[in-house]
């Protein structure tokens, strides 16, 4: 292997670990959450997903205006700044969540990562700087399995964690992030060239600045839309999940982890796995479209299915569905100069921004109605159905944005360059 070759992985490998050190800590937390909520505020499970779907839409809301602004922060400053500060405030969001007294702390903890902007955006702008184009789609699908893999590890130790009381999980999560933080301190790399960064300018740096920039560009937007409702659907999982768990099996929180787990395991194993050899034998067009089409069955089957053991090998199948995002980015990175990637992901961010603003409060309203003590018909597969319906609009929505593009490039990636 040459030296070039190294240099490109190393830094791949120094932020796939970053991001699933960052992704153990948030999934601690998933099967907690629910109890947390409900020991506060002494509500039913019903009530204590609309409050989850509220502290989801105020991360989500500050997120959207912010995650531009961290994207092209990370254009002008560089991605290991961006990326340092982004895991330091996980550590002080945690820290306040396990130390709340009252429901109006967690919205502060949830706040201060809103306005943060996580790690991802500047992630995946950081793996299109070492990354061809024509490996991106694969490079892309690794921070899937950096998602995959910690939400095997955090779950399971949250479930576990979680008989020691709901908050201590927060708390484990808290020291997570920040050795997550030391541990960029000391190795993450910086990878733009102070040649290649531009200033910082602020009608680029929000929501409509983003999209007055990709104006130009019919195609971007139409893939950005079809984006977007896919992420509507997608919020099913981390806003609904351990609530319709409980709501429908009764399950306990090591047993929610113990199924996130399991669903962690599938994510991990398709994107490390097979993203890159469905999309080195299909293209990224097709991979995309596959990738929504399984989700949405995916979604139907949660909608329906009886016993709580089903829940496991459904689980097991449903990784496929990760294919579709590294797809779509790597269609939207091969659209935009080298320069723009930062705002590129600035943008995506505020787009999963506006779906988790949109999403978790329409799912979790969806699930509270069905579930509730004053429901008139229970049905806590309701949210699924709901996540189906927006997974087949944005099938639609993507198929007529492929079908209008009129001389797509070359798509299919030759399997030796994919193993070099």
């Known amino acids: 292997m040459d030296a070039t070759v190294r240099r490109r992985r190393s830094p791949i490998t120094f932020v796939f670990l970053a991001l699933m050190i960052d992704t153990i800590g948030f999934g601690i937390i998933t099967p907690v959450l629910p109890q947390l909520i409900m020991q506060i505020s002494h509500e039913e499970v019903g009530a204590a997903a609309r409050i989850g779907g509220a502290l989801f839409a105020v991360f989500a809301g500050l997120q959207f205006l912010f995650g531009p602004v961290i994207g092209n922060l990370s254009d002008r400053f560089g991605r290991r700044p961006v990326l340092l500060t982004s895991m330091l405030m996980f550590g ?95 190795v993450l790399p910086e990878t733009l060239p102070r040649e290649r960064r531009r200033p910082f300018v602020l009608a680029r740096a929000n929501p409509l600045g983003t999209l007055r920039a990709f104006r130009g560009q019919p195609f971007v937007l139409s893939v950005v839309l079809a984006a977007f409702f896919w992420q509507v659907a997608f919020q099913v999982y981390p806003s609904t999940w351990s609530y319709y768990a409980i709501a429908k099996f009764e399950l306990s929180a090591r047993a929610i982890g113990a199924t996130l787990a399991m669903s962690g395991l599938s994510t991990a194993l398709v994107q490390s796995s097979v993203t890159g050899r469905l999309v080195s034998r299909f293209g990224e067009r097709r991979t995309a479209l596959l990738g929504v089409a399984w989700g949405g069955l995916m979604f139907l089957c949660f909608a329906f299915v009886p016993q709580s053991w089903m829940l496991y090998p459904v689980l097991a199948i449903s990784g496929l569905q990760g294919i579709a995002n590294p797809s779509v980015n790597a269609l939207l990175s091969r659209e935009l100069g080298q320069e723009r990637q930062g705002e590129l992901q600035g943008g995506m961010a505020s787009v999963i921004g506006l779906s988790s603003i949109v999403g978790p409060f329409a799912l979790t309203q969806t699930l509270a109605q069905f579930t509730g003590a004053d429901a008139r018909y229970v049905f806590p597969g309701a949210a699924f159905l709901l996540a189906a319906l927006l997974a087949s609009i944005c099938f639609v929505l993507l198929s007529i944005a492929l079908a209008r593009k009129p001389t797509p490039e070359p798509e299919v990636v030759h399997a030796e360059s994919l193993q070099s």
């Open 92 to 186: 002080l969001n945690y820290a306040l969540m396990g130390l709340a007294p009252t429901i109006a702390w967690l919205f502060v903890g949830r706040a201060i990562t809103g306005i943060s902007g996580a790690i991802y955006a500047p992630a995946n702008a950081f793996i299109a700087d070492v990354t061809p184009p024509d490996r991106r789609a694969q490079s892309f699908g690794l921070v899937g399995a950096a998602f995959g893999l910690g939400f095997i590890l955090g779950p399971a130790l949250g479930g576990l964690l979680g008989e020691l009381g709901p908050r201590a999980p927060f708390f484990a999560a808290a020291v997570l992030a920040l050795v997550n933080f030391v541990f960029g301190f000391l």
